[in-house]
Structure formats: C-alpha cells, structure tokens
C-alpha cells in the first residue's frame, strides 16, 4: 500500500525557513519521480518541485526558483523540500506524490526548464503539511 506522510510544516513569518519531508512507504522510491504539490483554498493544486528517479534532477516552477530546494534520500525512502525566504503566497497544503517523470517548461528566468505546475499526481498522497506564512 503505497503511503507519504508529510511534516514540517508551521507558522513562519515572511523570509523564513521551513524544512519539509515526505516519508514514502509500501512502494520502491527510487523507481519514481517524486513532486511536491501545493493546494491554498480556493485556489487549484499546482506542482511546486519535482526530483527525478535516476540521477535526482531538481526542477522547480519558476515562483520558487531560487528559494527552493528539494532533495531525496533512497535509503530512507524521503523527500525533502527546503524552502528559503517565504512569502505570503506561498500559503498552502503542501504534498508529495510519484511520477514517472518531471515535465517540464519554458523558464522565462533562466537557461533551465521549469517544471510544469500542472503536472498530476500518478497516484495518491498523504494527508498534506500546511504552511502559512505570515506576520
């Protein structure tokens, strides 16, 4: 039974830190990409980050670029997501979910794609950490 739990998520005020993880359990990591996804309310679910399967490739959608960082650990079977100087919007329920690959865009802000925010999931996620960032 394939199952993430995400965590470390909180309050922190705008130009903070918080350090994510995604814990994945009943399935083989390194076989997938792994996406982080973001929800606020009202809003749709977009893609964030995404990590890929073979050699760990980060790619990031182009608000956060430069801010964050995502990172996995096999051995562990975890994600993680280090997000640097915060701002308001990025407000939301952040998941982790599998794909089988990143898919990617144009990135008007430099000479490497972005990831498209809206890559799917492949299959479930957890429950979700939510982040609020505010002052």
């Known amino acids: 039974q394939v199952q993430f739990v995400e965590s470390g998520g909180g309050l922190v005020q705008p130009g903070g830190s918080l350090r994510l993880s995604c814990a994945a359990s009943?399935?083989?990591?390194?076989?997938?990409?792994i996406v982080w996804f973001r929800q606020a309310p009202g809003k749709e679910r977009e893609g964030v980050t995404c990590i890929t399967s073979t050699d760990g490739i980060p790619y990031y959608v182009e608000s956060v670029k430069g801010r964050f960082t995502t990172s996995r650990d096999d051995a562990k079977s975890t994600v993680y997501l280090q997000m640097n100087d915060l701002r308001p919007e990025d407000t939301a329920a952040y998941y982790c979910?599998?794909?089988?690959?990143?898919?990617?865009?144009?990135?008007?802000?430099?000479?490497?794609?972005?990831?498209?925010?809206?890559?799917?999931?492949?299959?479930?996620w957890g429950q979700g950490t939510q982040v609020t960032v505010s002052s």
């Open positions: 979910a599998t794909q089988h690959t990143c898919r990617t865009t144009y990135c008007s802000s430099g000479s490497s794609p972005c990831l498209d925010p809206t890559v799917p999931p492949l299959g479930s």
């Open positions: 009943g399935f083989t990591l390194d076989y997938y990409a």
